[in-house]
């Protein structure tokens, strides 16, 4: 175990008064090996930034356009001139609610990488494929999509579509399985000479997170809800390092 990822996913949800809060409460253990960033909206980054120095600012999309007439989009670059380290491509709710295709996501992720923002690039197969035992088939289909051209400085995350928002998690046997699976993949398609950490994401708490952080094949969590109020998202941050600590 060299690092663990703790990114927060705020989604559409923040304001200025909820960041000075979250600020009022937040303080982490320092562990070099744990690195936490926190994905606000766009107008919040800036914010965020300055209010959290001991984090990371991560953005939740970029444009496939370095830049140009395209109302609405935020640049890669941009994220970079922000201080981004880190930019969320392919959250399933792009993919379900924006019609975002594996070609386009594709593209974002080369974008982050030409300006040299790391993606953490999102997959994970809907109930319906988890019932049907087709798991692995959907997950593998995404990742050969959106690698393909890749360069190997990424991060990936788990999220099984039937375990964001829901309250279901992943078993910590189900999230191994699958991470260990991802990691092959990853490997061939990418050279097996690059550790790609691979975050689990999908109604994590500060209940769940021991026992998905005990799992060898994964290196950290993306994490919705639970990190919207700093107690909780410090309680996970905690377990990480419970764990880097043993
Ligand atoms: P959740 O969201 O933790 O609220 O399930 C995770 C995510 O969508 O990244």
């Known amino acids: 175990m060299t690092n663990l990822y703790l990114i927060g996913n705020w ?9 000075q809060a979250f600020s009022e409460q937040w303080s982490s253990d320092p562990n070099p090996q744990l690195r936490i960033a926190i994905a606000p909206p766009f107008p919040y980054l800036q914010a965020l930034r300055e209010a959290l120095p001991d984090c ?13 007439a395209h109302t609405g989009e935020v ?11 880190y930019v969320i491509v392919g959250h399933s709710e792009r993919r379900q609610y924006h019609d975002e295709t594996d070609a386009l996501i594709a593209e974002k992720l080369a974008a982050a990488q030409s300006a040299g923002v790391t993606p953490i690039l999102c997959v994970g197969e809907q109930q319906a494929a988890r019932e049907a035992g087709k798991q692995d088939e959907v997950v593998r289909a995404q990742l050969r999509s959106a690698l393909a051209t890749a360069q190997p400085n990424l991060l990936i995350a788990y999220e099984p579509v039937w375990a964001i928002g829901t309250g ?10 699958m991470h260990e699976m991802i990691r092959q993949e990853v490997s ?17 708490n500060a209940e769940n997170a021991d026992a998905l952080f005990a799992c060898p094949h994964v290196d950290g969590s993306l994490v919705g809800g639970a990190s919207l109020q ?12 419970n764990y880097l600590s043993h």
Do not use: W
Request: hydrophobic share 45%; aromatic share 2%; proline share 3%.
């Open 56 to 68: 990371q600012v991560a953005a939740q999309d970029c444009s496939v356009h370095a830049q140009g």
């Open 168 to 177: 279901l998690t992943a078993t910590p046997d189900q999230a191994n399985e």
């Open 75 to 85: 640049s890669a670059d941009m994220l970079v001139d922000l201080g981004c380290q």
């Open 11 to 19: 989604k559409q949800h923040g304001s200025r008064a909820a960041i």
């Open 188 to 204: 061939s398609l990418l050279g097996a000479s690059h550790a790609t950490p691979i975050l689990y994401g999908g109604s994590v």
């Open 230 to 241: 700093a107690a909780s998202f410090m309680a996970i941050a905690q377990s990480a390092s």
